[in-house]
């Protein structure tokens, strides 16, 4: 059974640090790109940042370069997503997905990438 479990969520105050993580079981993430998204309460998921099967193409949405990094270790079967200087509009619940292709990803219609995982809650708030 393919599945993908995040984890590294929590409550934080502006400015400050959390680090996700995507663990892949069933399948290898080997030849799969890797996504985050993200939905706050009452929008639609948007895409975060993404990384190439090759781990040599990243994509980040405009309101978190500079803050994100993602990276993946293939030996571990993981993604993770580092994220600093956080802010209260990062308030969302981040999913992670694999798909084997990363302009997909990079589009980010939701309705044809898959599997997901069940979603990490992150809270930015003083």
């Known amino acids: 059974q393919l599945q993908l479990v995040e984890s590294g969520g929590g409550s934080v105050q502006p400015g400050g640090s959390l680090r996700l993580s995507c663990a892949a079981s069933?399948?290898?993430?080997?030849?799969?790109?890797i996504g985050w998204f993200r939905q706050a309460p009452g929008k639609e998921r948007e895409g975060v940042s993404c990384?190439?099967?090759?781990?040599?193409?990243?994509y980040y949405v405009d309101s978190v370069k500079g803050r994100f990094t993602i990276s993946r270790d293939n030996a571990k079967n993981t993604a993770y997503l580092q994220m600093n200087n956080l802010k209260p509009e990062d308030t969302a619940v981040y999913y992670c997905?694999?798909?084997?292709?990363?302009?997909?990803?990079?589009?980010?219609?939701?309705?044809?990438?898959?599997?997901w995982g069940q979603g990490t809650l992150v809270t930015v708030s003083s």
């Open positions: 997905v694999a798909d084997r292709n990363f302009r997909a990803l990079v589009a980010g219609d939701i309705r044809y990438l898959g599997p």
């Open positions: 069933g399948f290898s993430l080997d030849y799969y790109a």
């Open positions: 990384i190439s099967s090759s781990d040599d193409s990243t």
